[in-house]
């Protein structure tokens, strides 16, 4: 880190509050505490720092208000709280985010979590914040470079657009948000990682993202030993990070890991401030959670940058009908599902592409482009619903000519959904082009295995 300007410095000395609200313990119970003393002053989701008699302070959150008394979610365990303990009201959640952070891990309080010194930006950011105005956003923006061939044609990415990425586990999903982040033509990526196991941040980081993904890359972790307060803020950090970068005009591509694990968080901050559970255990806060978070990600102003997302949801046994899997689809310009048994047969990424749809087509493609497309999904349509026969030697070629175009082009087109795409969109499509003619060849990188 190069030496702080005086106007980081002065930052620094603005987020020191000369005088603050202080409030006392009355009840501890349930992993939550009641608070009084902060009347007037306190209100839902602002942070409060946990002075016990013994032990060491702690933060927390106020979820609940009711007349004179606060109802304290703790960000960690309560021990040594007692009643008449002091609570010190700190304020709304807000960070302040600066340019210095590419490149670095943070929590999601914005503290450094890889051993160096970190410096706030010069304007606090709320880490709730409002989308921008819905009739001053541009429409989505041009076709971008992803380094992969089957979303440089078959599932275009474009500038603001909002992608759900849905996977069970072990099917390549850490992977494929790894190899977007090198790949994508973006100015800054940030990623959420909440509530991954601490050895799969540090793997991620250190080994699939690498040097070369962390170079434009700002990094938010909230591991799953954290509370679920301090799981459910990672991603709102993360969020009101690329923000930032947007207001200053950057693309800005979101990778967040994921949505479940965000909901499963919330889910555990409502019920303990007394939120019933409905939608399947959820609470009836949560879709519009979800949706407002997707909402701050997309086209930005005339005069802003723009937040190109990618969220991903774990979706067990492939159930695209799960709680979160469906809040999460209605409010996004496309989804991509990864399948177990196109993992388990070796061709990674294992996206299914007749199950994963881009809404940024046909207007992100020329009309040749969208002829390839489509004739690509037909043939391979066209296989899916005839493989166990084909596979079981049960079909007789010249029965059906669009079955027979279909087998034979299959292998090419299967083997091009998991090919690189360094070259660019142009050379895809002619690769795509060569399949579709009976003419591509079946590539195998050492990745694939």
């Known amino acids: 880190m190069g030496q702080p300007s005086l106007d980081q ?8 509050a000369r005088v603050r609200p202080v409030g006392r313990v009355a009840i501890v119970s349930a992993g939550c505490l009641v608070v009084t003393g902060l009347g007037g002053h306190a209100t839902i989701g ?9 032990g060491a302070p702690a933060t927390g959150e106020i979820v609940a208000v009711s007349g004179d008394e606060a109802t304290v979610l703790s960000d960690g365990a309560l021990q040594g709280l007692g009643a008449n303990d002091r ?49 001053e956003r541009r429409p989505l ?31 390549g999903k850490s992977t494929l948000l790894a190899g977007l982040a090198q790949g994508v033509a973006a100015d800054v990526v940030v990623i959420a990682l909440v509530g991954e196991r601490g050895r799969e941040v540090r793997h991620f980081i250190d080994r699939v993202l690498g040097p070369r993904g962390m170079e434009r890359a700002v990094v938010v972790a909230g591991t799953s030993d954290r509370s679920a307060l301090e799981r459910r803020r990672t991603m709102l950090t993360a969020m009101c990070v690329a923000e930032h970068f947007r207001d200053a005009g950057r693309h800005v591509l979101l990778l967040a890991d994921s949505v479940t694990r965000f909901a499963e ?15 399947s255990g959820h609470p009836p806060s949560t879709p519009h959670l979800i949706a407002g978070l997707a909402e701050r990600a997309g086209p930005g102003t005339d005069v802003q940058g723009d937040i190109t997302a990618i969220f991903s949801v774990l979706v067990p046994g492939s159930d695209m009908e799960e709680p979160v899997a469906d809040m999460l689809r209605g409010v996004l310009d496309g989804h991509v599902v990864l399948d177990r048994a196109i993992a388990e047969r070796g061709r990674f990424p294992a996206v299914d592409v007749l199950r994963s749809v881009s809404r940024a087509l046909p207007d992100a493609a020329t009309p040749e482009e969208n002829a390839m497309i489509s004739l690509a999904r037909r043939r391979l349509g066209a296989y899916a619903r005839s493989e166990v026969m084909i596979r079981a030697g049960l079909y007789q070629p010249g029965t059906d000519p669009d079955l027979d175009a279909a087998v034979e082009v299959w292998p090419a087109l299967d083997g091009f959904v998991g090919q690189s795409a360094d070259a660019g969109i142009a050379a895809s499509f002619e690769a795509l082009a060569e399949c579709l003619a009976g003419k591509g060849q079946v ?5 694939d295995g």
């Open 9 to 16: 410095v002065t930052a620094e000395l603005k987020g020191i």
């Open 46 to 54: 602002d942070r409060v720092r946990l002075l016990p008699a013994s």
């Open 87 to 135: 609570v010190v009201l700190l304020g709304p959640d807000h960070i302040s985010p600066d340019d210095g952070w590419m490149g670095r891990v943070i929590d999601p309080d914005g503290k450094p979590l890889d051993g160096r010194p970190i410096l706030r930006g010069l304007t606090p950011r709320q880490v709730i914040g409002p989308p921008p105005p819905a009739t």
């Open 141 to 171: 923006g041009v076709r971008v470079p992803t380094g992969l061939a089957v979303f440089d044609t078959l599932l275009p990415i474009v500038r603001g657009q909002r992608i759900g990425l849905f996977a069970g586990s072990g099917v």
């Open 265 to 279: 968080a919330h889910r555990e901050v409502a019920l303990a401030s007394g939120e019933a559970a409905s939608l």
């Open 443 to 447: 590539e195998v990188s050492a990745e």
